[in-house]
C-alpha cells in the first residue's frame, strides 16, 4: 500500500506492478476512510502530503 501525492502517482503505481504483478486501485484518500488506520501526514516519496491511496 503507498499513500502518494500528485507528483509521485505515476512512480507508485510502477512500483505496484513490479512488486505485486497486477495494476493497483487507486482512491483519494479523501474519499475513504478505514476505521483502524489513520492516512500518514506525508507521500511516502517525499514530504509533501498525499493525496491518492494505491493499493
Ligand atoms: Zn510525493
Known amino acids: 500500500?503507498?499513500?502518494i501525492c500528485?507528483?509521485?502517482l505515476e512512480q507508485a503505481i510502477?512500483?505496484?506492478v513490479d512488486v505485486y504483478e497486477s495494476?493497483?486501485?487507486?482512491y483519494?484518500?479523501?474519499k475513504?476512510?478505514?476505521t483502524d488506520w489513520t492516512a500518514p501526514s506525508h507521500c511516502d516519496f517525499c514530504p509533501r502530503p498525499p493525496i491518492f491511496l494505491v493499493v
Open 1 to 3: 500500500m503507498y499513500v
Open 14 to 16: 510502477e512500483e505496484f
Open 32 to 34: 475513504v476512510s478505514f
Open 23 to 26: 495494476p493497483p486501485d487507486l
Open 6 to 8: 500528485e507528483d509521485h
Open 28 to 30: 483519494h484518500l479523501d
